[in-house]
């Protein structure tokens, strides 16, 4: 994939992945290195060019009838069914709605400018030397790489933990009227406490530790969302939240779970 066309899209003023040897590249990574360390989530305004962010809009809201939709109750661990064993209070039995539209990778073009970016093995470098990885690799997987979920009036994503990949990166494409607000409780839980203490009390409507990220269209944030739980509060108004959600993976080949692409892309193997 030629760098030239990605002037278009990324502003490689701002974000000199093409330069990975200079100083500016290094002072970049170091600083969304050590925002992410500390916050559990890093921002990028202004990542994505504005007239091809508005190409990009164009093309997925001429595909939406394409999208599958998903409303369900579920719990922070996106189950939908409950514990008997355990109180009415626990995390595992508190439920709430998500709803949204989901495309999925096999939706986009071939020659989607999301697809150039996820491809783009820069871009790839890039995400890696912020997290800390020696390398990342795309999916595999004909579905999950590059998503954008779709969110009209009403819908939302209730709290939850990412279960599959230890970050996740995503492109605000286009923002709602008002409302569709990114919210985060970081380290709501570790990989030893699973503190299901404050996860209720969280799921309860205790915001003391959460924190609303303003989500700008064009921005790129990378966030930790295993032991951080998030949500999207819901949408309103007429014109979709359009958040591209990218996934990248530890090692090569790597292919998707087929019972969860049937619940979110509604494919069935
Ligand atoms: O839409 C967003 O801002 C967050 C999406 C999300 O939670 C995810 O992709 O895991
Ligand atoms: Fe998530």
Redesign the pocket.
């Known amino acids: 994939m030629a760098s030239v066309a990605l002037h278009r899209t990324i502003d490689l003023s701002r974000y000199p992945l093409d330069k990975p040897d200079s100083e500016a590249y290094r002072s970049l990574v170091t600083d969304k290195r050590d925002q992410l360390n500390h916050s559990q989530y890093c921002t990028m305004p202004g990542f994505l060019l504005d007239a091809q962010r508005r190409e990009i809009v164009a093309a997925v809201e001429g595909r939406q009838q394409h999208t599958h939709r998903t409303d369900n109750q579920r719990n922070i661990y996106l189950e939908c069914s409950r514990t008997e064993s355990l109180p009415e209070d626990h995390p595992k039995n508190i439920f709430a709605r998500g709803c949204y539209n989901m495309m999925g990778a096999h939706l986009l073009e071939h020659d989607s400018p999301l697809k150039d970016i996820y491809y783009w093995p820069p871009m790839q470098r890039f995400i890696a030397d912020i997290v800390g990885e020696p390398r990342l690799y795309p999916s595999d997987d004909p579905y999950q790489p590059v998503n954008v979920?779709c969110q009209g009036n009403g819908d939302r994503?209730a709290w939850h933990f990412?279960s599959h990949n230890a970050f996740?990166m995503?492109l605000m494409l286009q923002a709602p009227e008002s409302g569709g607000h990114?919210e985060m409780a970081p380290n709501t839980r570790s990989d030893t406490d699973p503190n299901y203490a404050g996860i209720a009390k969280l799921l309860l409507g205790d915001n003391s530790d959460t924190v609303r990220m303003a989500r700008e269209e064009g921005e790129l944030v990378i966030f930790r969302?295993c032991n951080s739980a998030?949500r999207?509060t819901p949408t309103e108004g007429s014109r979709l939240r359009l958040?591209c959600?990218m996934v990248y993976e530890t090692e090569a080949g790597v292919i998707g779970d087929p019972v969860v692409n049937e619940t979110v892309y509604g494919i069935k193997a």
Do not use: Q
């Open positions: 979920l994503s990412d996740t995503t990114f969302g998030h999207v958040m959600v």
